[in-house]
T-cell receptor, first 113, second 111 residues
Framework: GESVGLHLPTLSVQEGDNSIINCAYS??????FIWYKQESGKGPQFIID?????DKRQGQRVTVLLNKTVKHLSLQIAATQPGDSAVYFC????????????FGDGTTLTVKP | EADIYQTPRYLVIGTGKKITLECSQT?????MYWYQQDPGMELHLIHY???????EKGDLSSESTVSRIRTEHFPLTLESARPSHTSQYLC??????????FGEGSRLTVL
């Protein structure tokens, strides 16, 4: 249930497996990155963020990895649960556009029981 | 739970009608945003405001207009709705570079 490197519009995993959701960004000046989770019928909700002076940040069951060389961001979810089923978006900002997030294509994560 | 509210949640109207989507936040955030999102697709910024009496157009061209007379309130208006305006509109607020707090969205259908 993992996919590394390639952005996929959909990802299906078994409950309990780890999930990896990928995102590519294009703006070399971006220095702040955020992952959001959007459940059906709701607005996006903040999960975790990372600044460009870091390459890894961990939260509760989630880890974000940043590779500035290839402009790639990933979100790892450990022990995926049915409640993790949602659409996940990455967003980026730069100092010159502080507060104006640019969102990437979403990935729909489906967790099978 | 974020304290940002959007009304109406769902709206179905006929072509040519004027509509206003309301957005209010009680967090005292200076920065507020409107994003447009088609189902399952990415979010596109259409308007933003960095404070009272400050409004700017976003990256995606939109025929809608906004106003910011009070810090907590950021309504979006369409003077004459068309079927091409059918979409979900998401309001958000924040304090600067950092996470955005989103409302639950207003899903607009123009017949």
């Amino acid at each position: 249930g993992e996919s590394v490197g390639l952005h996929l519009p959909t990802l299906s995993v078994q409950e309990g497996d780890n999930s990896i959701i990928n995102c590519a960004y294009s703006n070399s000046a971006s220095d702040y990155f955020i992952w959001y989770k959007q459940e059906s019928g709701k607005g996006p909700q903040f999960i975790i963020d990372i600044r460009s002076n870091m390459d890894k940040r961990q939260g509760q069951r989630v880890t974000v990895l940043l590779n500035k060389t290839v402009k790639h961001l990933s979100l790892q979810i450990a022990a995926t649960q049915p409640g993790d089923s949602a659409v996940y978006f990455c967003a980026e900002e730069s100092n010159t556009n502080a507060g104006k997030s640019t969102f990437g294509d979403g990935t729909t994560l489906t967790v099978k029981p | 739970e974020a304290d940002i509210y959007q009304t109406p949640r769902y709206l179905v109207i006929g072509t040519g009608k004027k509509i206003t989507l309301e957005c209010s936040q009680t967090m005292g955030h200076d920065k507020m945003y409107w994003y447009q999102q088609d189902p399952g697709m990415e979010l596109h910024l259409i308007h933003y405001s960095y404070g009272v009496n400050s409004t700017e157009k976003g990256d995606l061209s939109s025929e809608s207009t906004v106003s910011r007379i009070r810090t907590e309130h950021f309504p979006l208006t369409l003077e004459s709705a068309r079927p091409s305006h059918t979409s979900q509109y998401l309001c958000a607020s924040g304090v600067g570079t950092g996470e955005l707090f989103f409302g639950e969205g207003s899903r607009l259908t123009v017949l």
